[in-house]
């Protein structure tokens, strides 16, 4: 089944599986595809981000649970904080899964790492179907989930065209600038392998 993708500019993809079939403006898509069911979307499409810091925020770092929240908060854990942890693969994998969760909520759509080490990790990365790409030595900085939220530049995925892999994001804000000033929280949807995998309610 095709899928358009449209936002309040008129742009449009196209989405067949997990590829993008078209890109173009809404009127013409939707003329050339007919029966396509169309999602509008408020603000701009973009390719999405690309964050950096994936081994740091899925291995080097504890996702609670909502129901731990009393006992360790809903913050993310690092450091001594999280050697206090008893960690086992199905903990590692949930955590992943949320942490990762998280990501998608502010618009990225692939991480930059090393090869993980972490079986359970690196299933909860597969399972999820965001992008991975290598990446040479590891950022000094501070990791964040957030791709405004640290001192390097956020890092955008590469530009969404037919043929490409279905992945993308869609920021309720007028432009390119606004989506600067006011950051990734304004991510209203992220699409991976062509596949809805976070929507704002």
Not at 120 to 131: E, F, M, N, T, Y
Not at 162 to 182: I, M, N, P
Request: a neutral charge; glycine letters at 10%; hydrophobic letters at 40%.
């Amino acid at each position: 089944m095709l899928t358009i993708h449209a936002d309040s500019r008129g742009r449009a993809l196209v989405v067949q599986g997990e590829w993008i079939a078209a890109v173009g403006s809404l009127e013409e898509l939707a003329a050339a595809h007919p029966r396509a069911r169309v999602r509008t979307w408020p603000g701009i499409l973009t390719p999405g981000f690309v964050n950096v810091y994936g081994n740091e925020l899925l291995e080097q770092t504890y996702h609670p649970d909502p129901r731990e929240a009393d006992d360790l908060g809903t913050e993310p854990l690092t450091g001594e904080a999280l050697t206090m942890l008893v960690l086992d693969d199905t903990r590692w994998g949930a955590s992943a899964r949320r942490g990762i969760q998280r990501m998608l909520a502010q618009g990225t759509v692939t991480v930059a790492c090393e090869p993980f080490r972490n079986r359970a990790v690196k299933d909860a990365v597969r399972r999820s179907g965001i992008g991975t790409t290598g990446r040479l030595g590891r950022p000094g900085d501070v990791p964040s989930l957030d791709p405004f939220g640290s001192a390097r530049p956020p890092m955008t995925a590469i530009e969404r065209q037919q043929g490409s892999a279905a992945r993308f994001a869609v920021f309720d804000v007028r432009d390119e600038a606004e989506l600067a000033e006011r950051g990734a929280g304004t991510c209203v949807a992220t699409v991976v392998a062509g596949r809805l995998v976070f929507r704002r309610r």
